[in-house]
Every structure is written in C-alpha cells, then in structure tokens.
C-alpha cells in the first residue's frame, strides 16, 4: 500500500523507504546543505544542490547524489517514481526527512517540489586537458562570457539536446549553481564541462587546435546562418548577453555567423540565438531522433 508512514525514534520509514528525520534548521546536514547555494562553499565541499524531482530522478541515473532531502509534508506527493529512485541501494543511509522549517533552510526554489539532492561535482577537466581531448568529430561549445546562469544552463540543456558533448566556459556564471543546474534540466551530467577565466589562454588554445572556431557574431564579413556547412569538429562559439563575443576570442575564429532575421530586429538574446545555431549545426546528426 502507498503512503504507508510510520514514525521512530529519529526516523521515518515510508513505503519501506529508511529516513533519518531532522526536525532542526541548525542540524549540521542541513546547514552544511544550504551553503551549497554559495558557490564557494560547492567548491569546498565538491558538491551541488539538484532540486525538484526530476533534478533528483536524473542525478540518481547520471550523478552521484551524496544525501537526498525530502521535505516531511510532501512525502505523500511524490510521485511513485520518484520513490523508486529514492529506494535505490547506493542511497541507503543517505536519505534524511526533513520538517519544513529544515527544508526551506536548503531549498532555493519559491515554489519547492519537496526533494532536494546533494550531488559530486563531476569531474571538470582543466582547459588544456579540455581542448587537448578534443575527439576528430566531438561537438563542442564554447561560452565566452555569459554571465546569465540561466543562460548558461539554458545553452547547455540546448547543446545536450543536438549531440554536443563538451563545454567550454570563458568567464561565465557557474554551470553548478542553483539557477544554472535548474535550466539544464540534467544536460550538466552529460555534457563534460570545463572552465577558465583566461579569455587569451583559451583563444590561444583553442586556435592551436587545428579546430575551426564559427563565432555568432554580426561582423563585415558574417555568412548567413542557413547558407553556411557545419563540418564535423566545428567549434561553435556564444557569447556574452549584452557585449558578444570578446576581441581575443573573435581574432582566433575562422567564421563569424549572422542569423537573418525580420526586418527591424536586430538580434536575438544568447540563449535563443544558441538554440538556433545549435540545431542547425546538429539536425543532421545521426544520432538525433526524427
């Protein structure tokens, strides 16, 4: 029978699901949880916060959720897969009910689904191990100042969806923070990111590469998105919402692109304008659903 519930001493056992229950905000799980919103304390800790169900469900299937918060008065509206995945055996042991004064301590969400994962960090390569691992036919993107984490998370929901597999960051919002992880809807577990804050650095790898890098940007000589021939290995580069693509990164790209658009509109903001290269670039691909 579902929504069986049965009270012990420090603990709560829920459809044969063990929980610890935590009824405190200063509980030293809980507070060290919620500084996870900070993205000095992910760093030192090497952990971020997957809120929301299927946040949750996708860092059981892809991550490595470390503790799983489950807020008390929404046990009984959590949907039956998602107690599945909480039943999973490498979480036994790691899965804490929560009173809502202690969940709401964690959650960043307005409007909280009731489910909270504490995940590893995975593993971030830096960016010459980034660019010098680069496969002959890999997609990848590279971000140049998106400080949006939305954005961020956004772009990479966008490139997981047409087959890209490999990031690079260039001084933009952290892909692991609370807004950035809630856009990407899980992409942040299948695309392998990288990050730097040296734009000269990464233009001067990048351009050493062998790879060509097609740049989004408006310049004298654009080509037209639509007229122009991805191949294989192209580098597609993005960049920040309000000042583009930056000069360093700009000098080292073989392409720029424009995307032709209604007469008075002059541009679209990064993330829809990644979306539409982006699918240009991989409606093609093999590997993509018809």
């Known amino acids: 029978m579902r929504n069986a519930l049965c ?60 503790a799983v918060f489950v807020s008390e008065d929404s046990l009984s509206r959590l949907s039956e897969k998602t107690e599945g995945y909480l039943s999973d055996p490498r979480l036994s042991g790691r899965v804490f009910a929560l009173s809502r004064p202690a969940f709401e301590k964690i959650s960043t969400e307005k409007s909280p689904q009731g489910v909270i994962a504490a995940v590893r960090i995975p593993e971030r390569r830096d960016i010459h191990g980034a660019v010098r691992g680069l496969k002959e036919d890999e997609r990848a993107l590279v971000l140049d100042g998106v400080r949006d984490p939305g954005n961020v998370g956004g772009i990479l929901r966008t490139a997981a969806a047409f087959g890209f597999e490999s990031a690079i960051l260039i001084d933009c919002a952290d892909p692991f923070g609370d807004r950035a992880v809630r856009a990407s809807m899980g992409a942040i577990f299948r695309i392998r990111v990288a990050e730097t804050g040296d734009a000269g ?36 580069v993005i ?20 995307i032709p658009m209604a007469a008075g509109c002059e541009s679209l903001n990064a993330g829809s304008a990644a979306a539409v290269i982006l699918w240009e670039y991989g409606k093609n691909g093999s590997d993509l659903k018809k």
């Open 7 to 66: 009270f012990y001493m420090n603990s709560i056992k829920f459809n044969g699901i063990e929980m610890r229950y935590i009824s405190s905000r200063s509980n030293d799980e809980v507070v060290s949880a919620s500084k996870l919103s900070m993205k000095k304390y992910r760093e030192e800790a090497g952990l971020f916060l997957c809120e929301g169900e299927k946040l949750f469900e996708e860092s059981v299937l892809w991550g490595e959720p470390s």
């Open 201 to 236: 650095e990464a233009a001067e790898l990048l351009a050493s590469s062998g790879r060509r890098l097609v740049a989004a940007a408006l310049t004298d000589d654009s080509e037209t998105l639509g007229s122009f021939g991805f191949s294989d290995g192209d580098v597609v």
């Open 239 to 258: 960049g920040n919402e309000g000042h583009g693509i930056s000069d360093k990164m700009l000098s080292v790209c073989s392409v720029s692109l424009k």
